[in-house]
């Protein structure tokens, strides 16, 4: 007997998941000592980037947004959303922040503008699990 082949459909506006693949800290304190109690800290966050075509096209990219909250959802109050657009060669998967001392938690989305000129909407993915990090 044959076993099934499994088969998935979904529509073409929809976005995959977009995974973190990590959080790399530079430029904080000097040495190899992090001390951000005054002074604000350079964090990149980077994340393995979207298979759909049409985030690295005109109208595509990528919205990171932080918090300090655990948990939080996109649209409370106190999380900060940055943008990560397509820069007309490609869309970059990682932005650099500078922030200070506390605990941040991540998410990341995917978005296109698969819509033809006239059209309205676009497309975002679900956001990314939660990462953190914390600054001394």
């Known amino acids: 007997m044959v076993p099934k082949r499994r088969t998935e459909t979904r529509p ?4 995959g998941i977009i995974l973190f693949m990590g ?6 304190g000097g040495g190899s000592t992090i001390s951000c109690k005054t002074t604000a800290c350079s964090v990149t966050v980077s994340w393995a ?3 759909e075509a049409a985030v690295n096209l005109s109208g ?19 999380v900060t959303p940055v943008p990560v657009p397509f820069n007309g060669t490609a869309t970059p998967t990682s932005t650099t922040l500078s922030l200070f ?7 990341v989305v995917a978005y296109s503008a698969l819509n033809p000129p006239g059209g309205s909407g676009g497309s975002t993915s679900a956001p990314s699990a939660q990462q953190s990090l914390t600054l001394p």
């Open 49 to 51: 980037a979207n298979r």
């Open 12 to 15: 073409a506006a929809v976005l």
């Open 101 to 107: 001392s506390g605990t941040y938690y991540f998410k």
């Open 60 to 78: 595509g990219g990528y919205t990171l947004y932080y918090s300090n909250t655990p948990g939080f959802n996109l649209t409370d109050s106190g």
């Open 23 to 28: 959080l790399a800290l530079g430029g904080c």
